[in-house]
């Protein structure tokens, strides 16, 4: 079969079109053929070498969701999966290929009229979103910054955040169109990348969701009110300085935390009960999608360097 194989952790150029043998389903696997696989923020972290490459070695399949129909399943699963269009966690990698296995405990059953496309847009963000406002202890009349808001998991969390009684929603965003287009989806506040109003003037939040980190997050403090808390979920621009703690001992007597969050510390059933939930809301239109382009497997390559640019609003999904 063919897959999208890094052959050098760095540039997009790395990765090129492979043919490699067809993956078995192992004991309590399924095998599925893809029809769509979602290119995240984490698949690039891991191309460029962002995590020094640890545990990654050439030959790196990436990708960690596809969507598609269940071709056979191993050991110890019902057969009656066979047939049926599923989403599908593949771990760090492997989702980038034409068929891919997954364990049944990260398997979710597609609404009928839930697409592929849409699948791989919402399945791990949403998620992600969901928790970490959770994990916020985020509480209806709140503020909620979303720092990166023009990825998947920023769009979802906008939804999600004003959908939960938000008393303001605020996003940051690199241009006013993408300000304007994130309006539309429940921002009521849009500030620049620095977390400034249209008048240089801060503003302060009792939550901010960061997906960005870079050296730019200790800043993100002083958008914090007393009480505030900050949870980072991304790094697409890079770690924070070594020394980010220290912002926050300098606003000690405002009584500030800050957190990190992966969605690997969700117990899996959980997970799964609330990306089934969100699929059918996306399926009665209540959740939105946001795809920005869909894109042939072979040109992943085109993909990750739209990412590198930062042009992409949502998320970019491959098809086979």
């Known amino acids: 079969m063919k897959a999208i194989s890094i052959q050098a952790f760095g540039d997009p150029d790395g990765m090129t ?37 640890s545990g990654f070695r050439d030959g790196h399949i990436p990708g960690s969701e596809a969507a598609g129909r269940v071709l056979a399943v191993g050991d110890g699963v019902d057969t009656n999966w066979v047939g049926r269009r599923v989403w599908a966690f593949t771990g760090v990698g492997g989702a980038y290929a034409e068929r891919a296995v997954a364990a049944l405990d990260d398997v979710t059953a597609l609404p009928d009229a839930l697409s592929a496309i849409d699948a791989v847009a919402l399945g791990s963000a949403a998620p992600v979103a969901h928790f970490a406002l959770e994990h916020a202890r985020f509480r209806p009349g709140e503020s909620v910054l979303i720092r990166g808001a023009a990825g998947s998991i920023g769009v979802s969390a906008v939804q999600l955040a004003a959908a939960a009684g938000a008393d303001r929603v605020a996003v940051t965003a690199s241009t006013v169109d993408r300000g304007r287009t994130l309006v539309g989806f429940g921002a009521t506040q849009v500030l620049d990348r620095s977390g400034l109003d249209e008048g240089g003037e801060p503003a302060a939040f009792d939550v901010i969701l960061d997906v960005v980190a870079g050296h730019e997050l200790p800043t993100f403090f002083d958008r914090l009110a007393p009480n505030g808390r900050m949870v980072l979920i991304g790094v697409v621009g890079g770690n924070p300085p070594a020394d980010f703690g220290m912002a926050m001992m300098r606003a000690f007597q405002r009584s500030l935390s800050f957190a990190t ?60």
């Not at 997970?271 to 072979?298: C, I, S």
């Open 17 to 53: 079109v492979v043919d490699i043998p067809e993956p078995a389903a192992g004991a309590g696997q399924l095998l599925i053929q893809t029809e769509a696989i979602g290119v995240g923020g984490v698949d690039a972290v891991i191309r460029r070498g962002t995590l020094g490459t």
């Open 261 to 320: 969050f992966s969605l690997n510390t969700v117990p899996i059933p959980e997970r799964n009960r609330v990306r089934a939930a969100q699929f059918d809301a996306a399926a009665r239109g209540e959740l939105r999608a946001v795809v920005h382009d869909v894109v042939p497997l072979d040109r992943a390559q085109e993909s990750h360097r739209r990412m590198d640019a930062g042009e992409v609003f949502g998320r970019i999904v491959l098809t086979v």
